[in-house]
């Protein structure tokens, strides 16, 4: 938008430019035409008196030496014709093409009225008649034909004067019109600075007013503001759920206990019952934990820390090697991520160790920034990959496995909060990679 406006403006500033230029050029350079036809008019009146004297005299030389030395010192062609058209004296080279037509109009008693206006481009030279006689007793006709390169150096002085101010003012209102579309677009470019940070996760992120037009300036106070209401209603969810979560972890911590004590008093017809609700009883503490610890990532905690990948993996060979699933850890020493990552790592383990049967593979790698997870268990369909990352998303085929379905959506919101991208990937023949793209620093 800052180019357009640039654009538009500097195409604005030409047209102004050319608008003031343009006629100040061709007023100059009707004026230098002008000038010349009245000095060389003049010249030719006087040279039509001396050929008109002469010819009442019938007596040239006078006349033949005043052509000759005004030829000789100004380069001028000087001809005199009388009534008939005939040459009666000539000085200097004529090269014209009209001068028939200038001589037909001189004998009518016509003076030369007006040049072809002079510009750098031409005329090099121009051609004046004048009558020589008065009124109805004309002896004859003078020709003149002068340089107008003089005229045109004048001409052109002007115009590239002329030219060269147009560009320096070009330039100045070019600046100027970068300045003014910069001073407009601030409070723009302020917002998408803002709204970029808070797309990005930086919720506190807000607008920074006082430059630029007065409208715009409210609109980020006003966005500001929305911005706070909009913070405030989700920081106040998240503290609901991380309030809600905790607050419920002791009373299903007791629920259970007392269910546990409830057992040697049961019957045995009720021993099933009481089976399946410590199983959901399970499954709700579960739920009740993944929804904290979601809440407390959305918050922001731990994504600062660093830890050691391999230590930090190592500890899941025993969990493996109890389910007889083979574990391949693939990761430099002293490989450092943050601790948002190692996280990440840890559930798609977990959920790997879930879904691969007994003598499968997991392979864990970590190569130029890109934590890899990737197991040979039945995998998920395109169409279910796309929606796993989703909060409380279970597939339908393993409805029977244990979890809270958050685990993923846990996974991508730690995975945002250090910068990193997310994918869930095919595996080759089949099976389900979990890649993780760290932030390059």
């Known amino acids: 938008m800052n180019s357009r406006l640039v654009v538009t403006f500097t195409t604005l500033i030409i047209f102004v430019i050319a608008a003031m230029a343009v006629p100040l050029g061709l007023a100059y350079a009707s004026h230098r035409t002008n000038r010349l036809l009245l000095d060389r008019r003049a010249d030719a009146t006087r040279f039509a008196e001396l050929a008109d004297q002469a010819a009442r005299d019938d007596d040239h030389t006078s006349l033949i030496a005043e052509i000759s030395r005004y030829s000789d010192l100004y380069g001028a062609a000087v001809r005199?014709?009388?009534?008939?058209?005939?040459?009666?004296?000539?000085?200097?080279?004529?090269?014209?093409?009209?001068?028939?037509?200038?001589?037909?109009?001189?004998?009518?008693?016509?003076?030369?009225?007006?040049?072809?206006?002079?510009?750098?481009?031409?005329?090099?030279r121009v051609l004046l008649a004048e009558p020589a006689g008065r009124d109805a007793q004309l002896s004859g006709v003078v020709l003149l034909e002068a340089s107008a390169d003089q005229a045109r150096l004048d001409v052109t002085l002007v115009w590239g004067a002329l030219a060269v101010g147009a560009l320096i003012a070009l330039g100045y209102s070019v600046l100027a019109a970068r300045r003014l579309a910069r001073w407009i677009l601030r409070p723009v470019t302020e917002l998408d600075r803002t709204t970029q940070a808070i797309a990005e996760g930086h919720l506190d992120a807000r607008a920074h007013p006082g430059v630029g037009p007065t409208e715009l300036q409210r609109l980020e106070e006003r966005f500001n503001a929305m911005a706070d209401a909009v913070s405030g209603a989700m920081e106040r969810q998240r503290a609901f759920v991380a309030d809600a979560s905790h607050e419920l972890r002791t009373p299903l911590t007791v629920l259970g206990l007392r269910l546990e004590n409830l057992e040697p008093h049961l019957r045995q017809e009720g021993t099933a019952e009481?089976?399946?609700?410590?199983?959901?009883?399970?499954?709700?503490?579960?739920?009740?934990?993944?929804?904290?610890?979601?809440?407390?990532?959305e918050a922001g905690a731990a994504k600062e820390k660093e830890t050691e990948l391999e230590p930090r993996l190592a500890v899941w060979r025993e969990v493996y090697a109890a389910k007889g699933v083979t574990l391949h850890i693939d990761i430099p020493e002293m490989s450092v991520v943050p601790e948002a990552a190692a996280r990440v790592a840890d559930?798609?383990?977990?959920?790997?160790?879930?879904?691969?049967?007994?003598?499968?593979?997991?392979?864990?790698?970590?190569?130029?920034?890109?934590?890899?997870?990737?197991?040979?268990?039945?995998?998920?369909?395109?169409?279910?990959?796309?929606?796993?990352?989703?909060?409380?998303?279970?597939?339908?085929?393993?409805?029977?496995?244990?979890?809270?379905?958050?685990?993923?959506?846990?996974?991508?919101?730690?995975?945002?909060?250090?910068?990193?991208?997310?994918?869930?990937?095919?595996?080759?023949?089949?099976?389900?990679?979990?890649?993780?793209?760290?932030?390059?620093?």
């Open 80 to 124: 005199v014709r009388d009534r008939d058209g005939s040459v009666v004296v000539t000085a200097g080279l004529f090269d014209a093409e009209d001068e028939e037509e200038a001589v037909r109009l001189a004998l009518s008693g016509r003076t030369t009225e007006d040049l072809p206006t002079i510009s750098p481009f031409g005329p090099s």
């Open 274 to 297: 009481f089976e399946e609700a410590m199983g959901e009883l399970d499954r709700l503490a579960l739920l009740v934990e993944d929804l904290l610890a979601l809440a407390r990532v």
């Open 347 to 441: 559930i798609a383990l977990d959920n790997a160790q879930k879904f691969v049967p007994a003598d499968g593979t997991v392979t864990a790698s970590f190569r130029d920034g890109v934590l890899r997870v990737a197991d040979d268990g039945p995998g998920l369909a395109e169409e279910e990959r796309a929606e796993a990352l989703g909060r409380f998303w279970r597939s339908g085929a393993h409805a029977n496995v244990p979890g809270s379905g958050l685990g993923l959506a846990i996974a991508a919101e730690l995975a945002k909060s250090c910068g990193a991208t997310l994918s869930l990937l095919p595996a080759t023949p089949h099976g389900l990679v979990v890649e993780l793209r760290l932030a390059q620093p």
